[in-house]
């Protein structure tokens, strides 16, 4: 065993099984690991681990000894200014008309090649062939691979690791390309900023299966243990997706896993996918963080990355509010009764102000015909003062 392997054996088992491990140890099993476990435990801080050859080899979790709050330790990234994923507080997103539909390109065009998928400990990944890219960004992206992020098929949060307004959704999709055009692959765009773009797709369940995602859950049990790989066959990925690619959250961020560069131009589209429930369960309970040979199999779950400070940032809507907006059926029964209020309360206006120019005018004409009748009247006392009486002319 090469002693870097061996040293990431060591951390991770150290994760996972924490002071259990101790308790073997003495008991004199697996000797040889554990007995250099304990001497990792012994050791007050895990500091020299960052001192050990390359930070990839470092195990970490999302939860535990090595978990998210730890990350930052070993991995500086993670603890920097414009990491994901965050809450978009959509009230405070900037709406931005400049952004356009991004363009999945060759999404469709998957061909004949098999897919393969792998469990990494942390998520399901399939990778993608290099002829898909994304289009609609300042620059041309080549995609790599996608994979997914989900709960623990508890109720009460969800999986995503971005929220909307406070709230997760049940799982989340992350579909990863580089930028093709800046920097000639995947390792050497992803530590450059503007060198990632990731298509972010919130996943909520309904009733309906959706065909598109059984491309990927019905071959998970192939790879329930970390590091198991299977071929699948090649599925339209755009399938995936959601309908509406053009209204979305644009913002500067991060990988959501170690080592957290602060690489990823993300897009979140607003409109959700939605999957079975039995969909998600599926999701939730195939996949094991735990390698085959080890004893304790560790159910892969709530892997997904708390928000993070949005800091300086602002986020960007490819839509503004208004229009961006969906009305529920509640909001759109008060606007048709509203609208029709409003029309029978205008018609009743109408009506009493016709009835009282008419009545007016009614009154008008009376008016005139009496001051007429006066006139006349008056005109005819008058002439009688004019002229004398004949009787009384001497
Ligand atoms: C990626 O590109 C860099 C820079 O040209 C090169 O040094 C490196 O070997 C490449 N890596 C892979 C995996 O192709
Ligand atoms: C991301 O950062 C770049 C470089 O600083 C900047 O030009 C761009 O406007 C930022 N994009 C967003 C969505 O904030």
Not at 47 to 66: F, L, N, R
Not at 232 to 259: E, H
Not at 262 to 284: D, G, N, P
């Amino acid at each position: 065993m090469r002693p870097s392997s061996l040293k990431g054996l060591l951390w991770s088992h150290a994760c996972r099984t924490g002071f259990s491990m101790l308790n073997r140890a003495v008991a004199g099993r697996r000797v040889n690991m554990d007995s250099l476990g304990l001497f990792v435990l012994l050791i007050p801080t895990f500091s020299h681990w960052t001192a050990a050859s390359s930070a990839d080899e470092i195990s970490w979790s999302y939860s535990g000894i090595a978990g998210q709050s730890e990350w930052s330790e070993y991995f500086p990234d993670c603890g920097g200014s414009s990491q994901s994923p965050v809450d978009v507080i959509t009230t405070q997103t900037k709406y931005d008309p400049s952004l356009v539909p991004v363009t999945p390109l060759g999404y469709s065009q998957h061909g004949n090649q098999p897919f393969s998928m792998h469990n990494n400990g942390h998520t399901v990944i399939v990778e993608l062939p290099e002829w898909m890219g994304l289009g609609g960004l300042p620059w041309f992206f080549t995609a790599v691979q996608l994979h997914l992020h989900w709960g623990n098929g508890a109720p009460g949060r969800g999986g995503s690791e971005h929220t909307i307004n406070g709230r997760s959704s049940d799982a989340e999709l992350h579909v990863v390309h580089y930028n093709a055009e800046l920097y000639p692959n995947m390792s050497a765009a992803m530590t450059q900023r503007d060198g990632l773009a990731v298509l972010g797709i919130l996943i909520e369940t309904g009733d309906e299966t959706n065909p598109g995602f059984n491309n990927i859950l019905n071959y998970m049990s192939r790879i329930r243990h970390a590091n198991q790989r299977a071929f699948i066959p090649a599925f339209d990925v755009q399938s995936l997706l959601p309908k509406d690619l053009g209204r979305y959250y644009r913002y500067n961020g991060s990988l959501t896993t170690p080592p957290c560069y602060q690489s990823v131009i993300w897009t979140m589209f607003h409109e959700r996918v939605q999957i079975s429930k039995a969909q998600l369960l599926k999701m939730e309970m195939m996949l094991y963080s735990s390698k085959i040979q080890e004893a304790d199999r560790m159910l892969l779950q709530d892997n997904f990355r708390i928000t993070q400070p949005l800091n300086h940032r602002v986020i960007f809507a490819s839509f503004s509010a208004e229009s961006g907006r969906e009305l529920s059926s509640g909001e759109v029964t008060a606007i048709v009764i509203g609208v029709m209020c409003g029309c029978v309360g205008v018609a009743v206006i109408i009506r009493f102000i016709v009835k009282t120019i008419r009545t007016k005018e009614t009154e008008k004409s009376q008016e005139k015909k009496t001051d007429l009748a006066l006139t006349i009247t008056s005109k005819a006392e008058r002439k009688e003062e004019l002229s004398p009486s004949p009787q009384t002319e001497p």
